[in-house]
């Protein structure tokens, strides 16, 4: 059994290899190989809609966490999981694309970002895995929806500005990103397309207060949900509040930073999403 269980393991991630050897491949389970940018292969995990039919495709884009070992197949984690499922029913294709394996890397909350930024790197896989994505048998014509949680979420709002691929994105949705970067270094920014924040009042990881600052900057492409209370993570599913250390760069200072379910922000977060992504028009519609 034991030789037996190592030989899976070993087939596995040689079938991760040849995905990353072959862009636009589809390997087992769903996995992709997408053209990145500056000749990278983008490892990605594609769940079709449940109907069967082309839909609006949602990519998402994970936090400092990361998909698992770069070495194995992609492995969602319980809040991308719960999102997926719940996309997938409404019509959705979902995208799960791996910034971290596909470089070799598993996580970037307690080392920091060491040169997968969000606001340069990860911006750059979002933008060529939507101008990829767009033209798939799978997306229904108008362009995708870009969704990124913390890390990726400040990747998706850098990757709602211009200059965007023709006709490939139609909507952002960012959960609690980190905004001061870009407050900081990019005092032009604007977002290009319609673009959700959704952020924790009491954030003691990524502070709303810079996104907030942020989307004063395009007051009419941008709204922004504040919910009180909520801390990093709220839109997790039943996970209790906790304090985690060891942490890169937090607001609260000290590698310390609450996160956790808050139960009245999921609701809402439930709700706004699938609302959101239902009103946007097709990029040139």
Same mark, same amino acid.
């Given at each position: 059994m034991h030789l037996l269980r190592l030989l899976v393991v070993a087939v596995l991630a040689f079938m991760g290899c040849s995905a990353a050897a072959q862009p636009? &491949?589809?390997?087992?389970?769903?996995?992709?190989?997408? @053209?990145? @940018?500056?000749?990278? #292969? /983008? $490892?990605? /995990? =594609? !769940?079709? &809609?449940? +109907?069967?039919?082309?839909?609006?495709?949602? =990519?998402?884009?994970?936090?400092?966490?990361? /998909?698992?070992?770069?070495?194995?197949?992609?492995? !969602?984690p319980a809040r991308e999981r719960d999102w997926a499922t719940r996309l997938t029913a409404l019509g959705h294709p979902v995208l799960f694309v791996d910034s971290y394996g596909s470089r070799g890397r598993r996580e970037a909350c307690e080392g920091g970002s060491r040169g997968v930024e969000p606001e340069t790197v990860r911006r750059a896989d979002a933008l060529a895995a939507a101008n990829w994505a767009s033209g798939q048998p799978w997306a229904e014509p108008g362009g995708?929806? /870009?969704l990124g949680w913390a890390h990726g979420g400040s990747a998706v709002i850098s990757a709602a500005a211009p200059p965007l691929p023709e006709g490939a994105i139609r909507g952002v949705i960012a959960f609690y990103p980190g905004c001061n970067r870009l407050l900081q270094d990019a005092p032009e920014w604007q977002a290009a397309v319609p673009l959700l924040m959704l952020l924790g009042e009491a954030d003691d990881w990524m502070a709303a207060r810079y996104c907030q600052r942020l989307a004063g900057r395009a007051p009419a492409n941008v709204d922004v949900v504040v919910y009180p209370g909520a801390h990093h %993570?709220?839109?997790?599913?039943?996970? @209790? =509040?906790?304090?985690?250390? %060891? =942490?890169?760069? *937090? +607001?609260?200072?000290? %590698?310390?930073? #609450? *996160?956790? #379910?808050?139960?009245?922000?999921?609701?809402? +977060? !439930? $709700?706004?999403?699938?609302?959101?992504?239902?009103?946007l028009r097709p990029v040139g519609g």
């Open positions: 636009g &491949a589809v390997m087992g389970d769903g996995h992709v190989a997408i @053209p990145g @940018p500056n000749g990278i #292969t /983008l $490892r990605a /995990l =594609l !769940l079709p &809609a449940q +109907s069967g039919e082309p839909g609006v495709p949602v =990519l998402a884009f994970h936090g400092c966490g990361g /998909l698992g070992r770069a070495d194995r197949p992609i492995r !969602l995708v929806v /870009l %993570g709220f839109d997790a599913a039943n996970a @209790p =509040l906790r304090e985690r250390m %060891g =942490l890169a760069g *937090t +607001s609260r200072g000290g %590698g310390v930073a #609450t *996160t956790g #379910t808050d139960p009245a922000a999921r609701a809402d +977060s !439930l $709700r706004r999403v699938p609302e959101f992504i239902a009103g």
